[in-house]
């Protein structure tokens, strides 16, 4: 019954369940062309997908999210698998396909760490992303997944290269290419119109519905499912239920050489997986107004990994462009997530031949709403109003996305934002003097924070040469931050010392006394414990107050 409740969402549960199946079918085609990229079978990432997404909905700290075999990953594998072929042949006993293992055991091990990332909690730092590298995020995956299905206007076809017989894209055109955009124009018409006239409809999935019986009794000949999967290789959409592959334990070479080449490959695939699961997750938390749990998608999307390998299915994680269709055909809970999995692994065993007859045009047209629902308009509109940094980073974040990958761009981002942080605190510190001379003695009331950043502003307030003998360093409105901060005082002491002049530093709190006594417990003689302040006295001494 706690299961079963746990599933239950405010939403209908009706809404729920198409909304799973239509983001099923909008998943086929971006995890077949992902497939293609990795130069795996599309059987072995549809697999894949459902089992991650299985997992994922059951066990994931988000309702709503939607993973799968995401591309973020697919394409830091494609290496792996090229390379893992070439070790497979230089065996003694050569073993083709040797890098379709290497993939499986990469997985098992990427999903692994993704679980200890969960159990050691690093799932919460995802909450340190500033807000610009988010919107950057969401632009960039925006234009990337964009022009992913700009590519969809496009055929493959085996021609000779320089490096042997490939498959190339063609662009369409002549009737073929205005045909396909007259169906991508008229499904999103329906994706938009339908809610106007009815809400009892799910859009997106009576969009690809009507399209697709338009092409079938229309007889036009455009490109399907099916005929896109043939196109890059493949045979077809019929599979069958994930099972253990015995080949796996058969045929890998289970010792030091493996580890060593699957590890750099499972660390990079697991970082990137949750990273975009994670912030994904965020993006889901502000639309719905609810908050996720980090860590516990940690340990599911990894589990859900460790188990596609296990089952020959490869690595993913959480998809922002289906989470988007999700949320925006009525998805809130887990129910639509269980959904889309089990409808997924119905087409593949079940009804191959029909959802292969639908049409790409249909599924271009909602992953075409779904990047206008994604891209972050307001992000254009207020870049001249925000301040410079953040608008660098908003924008350097969306074009290394674009350009490179998801990771890349939040760790730059993350540094760039933090750069700029540190900048900018670094010239808050000040500080004012006070000078007794009857008393022989100046005071300097230190604002903003002493770390790293700031410790040269810090140092260059005081004049040692013409200050009197007795020298107080108030930090009443600051605090020392770090081991820097530390140095940083522990220096200016020194060349007081040097010119026979005393100082004591005032006003530090507990945490600051703590940091520098553990750093230099010489200072314990330097700091006055004595609170004379009334604010410090309060915080001191409530009781006396009540």
Request: charge should be neutral; include cysteine.
């Amino acid at each position: 019954m706690k299961f079963l409740e746990n599933l239950a969402t405010k939403g209908n549960t009706k809404n729920e369940i198409l909304a799973g199946i239509t983001v099923s079918l909008a998943m086929i085609p971006e995890v077949v062309a992902f497939a293609f990229v990795a130069s795996i079978d599309p059987l072995v990432a549809l697999s894949g997908a459902f089992v991650i997404g299985l997992v994922a909905a059951i066990l994931g700290g988000r309702p709503g999210l939607i993973s799968g075999a995401a591309g973020a990953v697919a394409v830091i594998f494609v290496h792996l698998i090229k390379e893992g072929h070439a070790k497979g042949m230089a065996f003694e006993t050569p073993i083709e396909n040797m890098g379709y293992f290497y993939l499986l055991a990469a997985v098992i091990l990427m999903g692994l760490i993704q679980i200890l990332a969960g159990v050691f909690k690093l799932g919460k730092f995802i909450r340190l992303i500033p807000h610009p590298v988010m919107l950057g995020f969401v632009n960039g995956l925006a234009i990337v997944i964009f022009w992913a299905q700009i590519k969809m206007f496009t055929h493959k076809s085996l021609a000779s290269t320089a490096d042997g017989m490939k498959y190339i894209d063609t662009w369409m055109h002549g009737t073929e290419l205005f045909t396909m955009i007259g169906l991508v124009v008229f499904a999103m018409a329906v994706v938009y119109l339908l809610p106007k006239l009815t809400t009892k409809l799910p859009a997106a999935l009576t969009a690809i519905v009507i399209t697709t019986f338009i092409v079938i009794f229309a007889d036009l000949d455009v490109t399907t499912v099916g005929s896109y999967i043939r196109e890059g290789g493949g045979e077809g959409l019929k599979g069958k239920f994930p099972t253990p592959n015995i080949d796996l334990w058969k045929n890998l070479p289970f010792n030091l050489d493996t580890l060593k080449f699957i590890l750099p490959y499972s660390f990079l695939t697991a970082s990137v997986g949750l990273i975009e699961s994670l912030m994904t997750m965020n993006l889901v938390d502000e639309i719905t107004e609810t908050r996720g749990n980090g860590n516990k998608e940690c340990i599911a999307q990894g589990t859900g990994n460790m188990l596609s390998g296990l089952l020959g299915g490869t690595g993913g994680c959480g998809m922002i462009g289906q989470t988007i269709i999700n949320l925006n055909s009525g998805g809130r809970g887990r129910i639509s997530g269980i959904t889309m999995a089990v409808t997924l692994l119905f087409f593949l065993l079940f009804a191959d031949q029909y959802i292969e007859q639908v049409p790409i045009a249909a599924l271009v047209a909602v992953m075409f709403v779904m990047v206008i629902d994604t891209f972050a308009w307001s992000s254009l509109r207020i870049l001249n109003k925000i301040p410079i940094g953040d608008a660098v980073v908003l924008v350097v974040v969306s074009v290394v996305t674009v350009i490179f990958d998801l990771a890349i761009a939040v760790f730059v981002g993350v540094i760039i934002s933090a750069l700029v942080f540190s900048w900018k605190s670094a010239k808050r510190i000040n500080a004012r003097k006070r000078r007794f001379d009857e008393e022989n003695r100046a005071v300097y009331e230190i604002w903003g924070p002493l770390f790293f950043g700031s410790t040269t502003e810090f140092s260059q307030k005081f004049d040692i040469k013409a200050d009197p003998e007795n020298i107080e360093i108030d930090f009443l409105e600051s605090r020392v931050s770090d081991i820097s901060g530390v140095e940083a005082i522990s220096s200016l002491i020194d060349k007081y010392d040097a010119v026979n002049k005393r100082v004591t530093l005032k006003h530090l709190s507990e945490d600051c006394i703590k940091l520098l006594l553990k750093a230099d417990e010489k200072l314990e003689k330097r700091i006055v414990r004595s609170i004379d302040d009334p604010r410090y006295y309060v915080a001191a001494n409530p009781s006396k107050f009540q």
